[in-house]
C-alpha cells in the first residue's frame, strides 16, 4: 500500500473548502509517506470540479459518477471502500465533517483500516501519525496506528491552510457499481430560517453562550450589545434550549463568521463553536474556567466572572 | 291559653293546634335529617382521601381545645384585619348564642317540660335569656350590616373573587355564583335576625307581658307596631305569619348549612382542629405504604382526608390571596383559587342527589359525579401547571389563613407529581441535576465549598476532622456566591473575633435539601439529608450555626427524620448571644437609619423575628419597620426553586415589588438583610428598579463588623472622664 | 417495536486536572462521570417514539465499567425497560472502533428496528461510534439527526439531517436503520431520583466479554488507533491573559475593541 488518497466534497453542487484543506494537509506528509497523492470526488457530476482539485502537489484526480443527484451516505461508502480496494493508499483523508460522518467510520470497520476522527495534526513516523482532543479538547492525544495497512483520518475543518496553485494532474473516471447502495432518499434541502440579522455581516460580535446561565440574563446583553455597537450572537447551547433563533448561531451547525472582533462571554469553545468563529481577526474571550478551550484560539483571554466584566464593560461605551 | 301573667315567660307555641304543633314538629327533624345528611355527604368523601396525615385519637381533646380557644378569641381572623374581627366576632356570638338559646328553649319545650313537667324557661331564667338574647341578636345584626358595608361599599378589592389563573375571557373567570352566593347568605341572617324581632315585637305589642327592659329591641320593635296602630286581628296575623317565616326560614337555614356557605361553621372548625401545626415547616415525607404509588397529588384520591376537609373549609375571606407575593407580582397563582378550584373538582365527585345537583349545576354543570375521587386534579380547565410552579412556598398563606388550611403544602404535594412526570422548567430540571451530581446548585465541584476561606488570614478547622463547639452548615450561597462569601468572611471574622470555638465541613457539605424538597423531589431531598445526616453524625460538635435560613428550616424541622437531631440556630441569634455576652463590643457603634426584611425562613417559618432586631438595637440604629414585616414580611421570590426558574421578562418581580416598599419609607442608609438569597435578590432588585444611588444593601453580619472596626475611642474616653 | 439506545457515561474534567506521570492518563480522583448529554437526547427520541406507538421495548447498553451503571438506571429511570452494561478489564482504553465493535455484538442480539446513538460523546468527541457500528450490523444509517418521523413496524423513517451553517435535508432512509441523533432534537424528560432509586429493580444484565463471544484479541484486532500518549495542548500562540479586576480587564478590552474597531 502506497500514496495517500483524498476525497473532497461537494454540496449543491459547490465544492466544499475543506476538499482544499485536506489536499494542503496531504501535502505536508507526502513527501514522508512517498507514493502518490491522489483526490476522489464522488458526485452526481465529478468532471465540472476536477479542474480545481488538480493543483500543485495533486497526482491524479479520480472521479466517481454518483447516480444519485446529492450525498448519499452508502453511495459514498460504497464508492471509498472501492477506490481504497483499486488504488491501495496508505493514508486515506477524508474532512471531519457532517457529510463524511455518515459514511467514514462505516469504510473503516468494513476495510479494516486505522482510524481516527477530528484529527488537528498530521504526520509520519514508518507509518501515519496523527493528533487530536482529548477529554474535550482540554487535552491531545498523540495516536498511531501499527499494524494497519491503510489508515483513514477525518481531518478537522480549518486545521490545514488549504492547498494554492495549479497543477497538472490527469483525471481519471472510476467505474464504480453503486446503484444498488442506496438506502436513503433525499426528499428536499431547507434553508435556515433567514431572521432579522446576518451575522456573518457584522463586523463585531458580542457572542454569548452557556456562562450567561438565564434566559431572562440575555436582555441585558441586547443592551450592552447595542451600547457596544456589535451584533449579539450566540453559541449553540442557547439555540438548543429556545431561548434564540439559530439565525444568531456561531459554529459547525450555524454561522461561520469571520468579524474584525469577536468577543465571547460564557463559551467555552467547544470544537464545533471554534470552528464558527476561529478566523476572528481578534477574539477577545471572558470565561471562569481557565482551561477553557476557547481560551487557544483567543488572543485576549480573561478568567473571571462575565456578569461583572459585562457591567463594568458598559460603562466604558457610553 | 294565656299563661298568667305574673309568670315570667312566654309561650312557645302560641295559639297553635295541637296538629299546627306537630306538623312543626315534623318539619323541624325533616331539617335535622337533611342537615345530617348534608354532613354525612361530605364526611363520607373526606373519607375516601388519605388516612396518613391523621393525628392520633390520643391529640384529640388537646386538638379540641385549642382550636375552641382559637376561635373564642377569633385572634386569626381580627389579624391584619381588626374590622372583620369585630364584625365577626358580633356575628358569631350573635349567631352561636341564638342558636343555643333556640335549643335551650327546645330542650325546655320538648323534653323537661314534656316528659318530666319541668318548665325551666321561666322566672329570672327567662329573664335572663331573654336579654341576653335580644342584645347577642342585635350583635349579629350590627355584625352582619357591617359586613354588608364592607362587602358592598368598602369593597376591597379581593372581595370581588377575580382569579389570576383564568384570563377574563375564560368561562371559569366568572364569579358571580360566588359573590351572589355570599350575599344571600348575610341577607338570609339579617332577615331571620330580623324576623325574630318583628315576631317579638308584635308579641309584646299584643301581649304586653312586662319586663321591657329585658327585651330592649324586642320593645323598641313593639313601639312601631303601636306607631302603626294595628288592629289586633291583622296583629293576630301578623303573629302567625311572622312566626312561620321566621320558623320555616331558620329551619331551613338550618338544613341548608352544609349545603351552603354556612358550611364553613362545621369545616372550618374542623380545619382547626385537624390541621397540621408545623405545616409547611416540615413536609410530609412519602408514607411507606405509598411507596409504589406516583409520588403527591395527581388525582383527588391521592389527597389526604385532612386536606380533602380544608378544601371545604375554605371561606373566600382572601387573607392568603392578599398575602401571596406571586399574586401580588401579576403570577397567575392565588392560594385561594387553587383551594376553590380543588373544591369545586372534588364537589363534583359527590354523588349527584337533590341539592348537591343544583349546586353543581351553578358550578359549571358538569357530568354528575360517581362518588370517585380518581379525578385528575391538573388541566387548562383545572389546576394549571404554571400555578403551581408560580409559588415561592414562602408559607405566607398558611400564616394568614384563619382556619388553617394547608396550602402551601397541598402545592408542594402536587409538585411532587409534576416532578415525576417531569413536568417542570427545563432550567430547574438541570438544576436539580446538577445538585445530584455535585451536591450544590452552582455545579461547582465540592472540592470548590470551602475555597471562601482562602482570603481569611486564618484557618478555619475543619469539622470532620476535629471536634468543635459550633459546627457552621454554611449553605451553597453562602459558600459560593461571590456577593455572599464576602458575607461569609466577614462572619468568620467576628466568630474569631468573640473566642467562638467552629468549624466546617468543607466539602462534606451538600445543599441541605431545603428547596430541592420544596420543589417537590423527594428523593433528592432525601438522598441530601442522608448524606448531611451521616456526615454530621459523625462529627463532634455540641450545636449547629448556619448562614442560610433555607437550611435552618430543614435542618432543625426535617432532618429529625433522617437521624439529625441537633440544636440548630441561625447566624443572627447566635451573634445575638455572642453580643450579650460581651464577646462582641458593638454597643451604641453605628447610628445609621436602616430597615430590616425578614426573611421567609429565618421569621415565619422559625419565629426568628428578635434577634436581629436586638442586634440593630444594640449598634445603635434606627430601624423604620418595613408595613410588611414579621410575619407579613413579603418573600423575596428565590424561596420553592424560584430561584432556578426564570422569570417571565417584563414582569416585576417579587424583589422589586420590595425594593420599592423600602423606597416608600424615605430617606435609609440601608436595606439590611440575614439570608444569602436574599443578598442577591436584593442587589439585583435595587439595580433593575434603578435605586443604586438611593439605596445600599448590607447583610446584618456586614453591619456588625463596621460596627466593631468603628473607632470605640470616643466611648472609652467619655467613660474615662 | 424495539429500539436499541447505546448510551455513554463520559469523563468530564475538573477544572484543575492532573496528568499520570506518563502521559497514560488522567488522575481519576479529578475526573467526573456523567450520562452523555447526546444520549439524553437519543434515549428522549426513542421514549417518545414508544409513546407515539403505545407499545415497545427500548433498551439502553453501554460499554463501561460500574460508573456506567448509574446512567444506565437514569435512562430506566426515564423509562427505558431494560438496560445492558457490558465491561472487562481489556476494554480500559478501547478506541471508538473496538468500542462499536463489542456494541455489535450485544446490539445484535436484540434485533431492534431502529438504533439511535448520539453524535458524539462530549469527552471524546469521535462522532464515529455510531456508524462504525451501523457497519458493523449491516444497517443503514444516517448521521447527525436532527428531526426524526417514524411510525412503527414501517419500511422507512424521515428523517432530518443537519448541515453545516443551518441547513436541513430531509430525506427517507430504509429500516431498520441506525441514527445518530443531534442535541436540540427534543427536550429530554427529567429522571427523578425516586424513578431512579426504584429503577434498580428493572432488568439490567451485566455481561463481559465471553459472554458475547469475544475476547482480548479481537477487541485489540478491532482497534483503530493506539494513543501513544496524553499531553496538555500547546499553549504557543495562546491567548495573552489579561489580569486585574474585572473592572480592570473590562477597561483593557474596552480599549482594545475601541482600537480595532477604528482602524
New interface residues.
Partial sequence: MSGILVVAET?RGELRDVSLELIGAARTVKDAAGGRLAVALVASDPAAHAGALALDGVDEVLTVASPVP?FE??VAQRALEALIESEGPSLVLVG????S??????????AG??????VTALGWEDGPT?SR??????????????G?ETTLL?VRAGAFEPAEGAGEAPVREVEVELGDAI???????????AGDVDITKA??LLSIGRGIE???NI?QFEELAEK??ATLSVS?PL???GWMS??R?VG?????VKP??Y?ALGISGA?QHLAGMQKA??????NS???API??V????????LF??????D???D | MLVAAAEKTREVFWHFPTWLEALWYVLAVSSVLVFAYGVARPVAKYRRGQRSGLPPRSELPGRFMTATRTLFSHASIGRRDPYVGWAHRAVFYGFATLFIGTIVLAINTDITERFFGWRFFTGNFYLGYSIVLDVLGLALILGVLLMMVRRGIIAPRKLDYARPDRAPEDPQYDRRVYRAGDWTFIVLLLVIAGTGYLLEGVRIAMDAPGYDSFSPVGWAAAQGYEVLGLSNGVLTTTRHSIWWFHGLLAIAFVSAIPFTKAQHMLTSYSSLVFKDPLAGKRLRAIAPERAAEPAGYGKLADFSAVHLLQLDACTKCGKCHEACPANAVGRPLSPRDVILELREQANLTMKDVGVGGVLGTLLGGRDNGNGSLDVAIMGEDRVRVDTIWACMQCNACVEACPVGIEQAPIINQIRRRLVEEGELDANLQSTLQVIHKSGNSFGENKRKRGRWTRELDFEIKDARAEPVDVLWFVGDYASFDPRSQRVTRALARLYRRAGVDFGILYDGERNSGNDVRRVGEEGLFESLAEANVATLNECDFKRIVTSDPHSLNTLRNEYAAYGGDWEVAHHTAFLAELIEDGRLDVAGRLSYRVTYHDPCYLGRFNGGYDAPRAILETLGCTLVEMPRNRDDSFCCGAGGGRIWIPDAPGAERPSENRIREAVGLGELDFFVVSCPKDVTMYEDAIKTTGNGERLELRELTELLEEALAADPLNQHTEAAA | MKIVVPVKQVAALDDEFELLDDGAGVDPDFVERDLNEWDAFSLEAALLLREAAGDGEVVAVSVGDDEATEGLLTCLAKGADRGVRIWDDALQDADVLSVARVLSAAVERESPDLVLCGVQSSDAVNGATGVALAAHLGLPHVAVVSGLSYDAGSATATVERELEGGLIEVLAVRCPALLTIQTGINEPRYANLRAIKQAREKPMDELGLDDLGLDEQAVAAAAGARRRRLRPPESGGGAEIIGGSPAEAAARIADIVKERMSG
Fill in positions: 454540496r446529492h451516505a452508502h471531519h465533517t457532517i457529510d460522518l455518515g459514511f467514514a467510520p462505516a469504510v473503516a470497520v468494513r483500516l486505522g482510524f481516527a476522527s477530528d496523527a482532543g482529548a477529554y474535550g479538547d482540554k487535552l491531545v492525544a498523540e495516536l498511531d496506528f501499527p494497519r477525518m438506502a436513503t432518499e433525499h426528499v428536499e434541502f431547507r434553508e435556515a430560517a463586523d463585531f438565564d434566559a431572562d436582555p457596544l455597537g449553540r439555540v438548543d434550549a439559530n439565525a448561531q459547525q451547525s450555524g454561522k461561520t474584525k472582533v468577543l470544537v481577526d481578534t477574539i477577545i474571550a471572558v474556567d481557565p482551561e481560551f487557544s483567543a488572543h485576549y483571554g480573561v478568567v473571571g466572572d461583572e466584566v459585562a457591567e463594568a464593560l460603562g466604558h461605551f
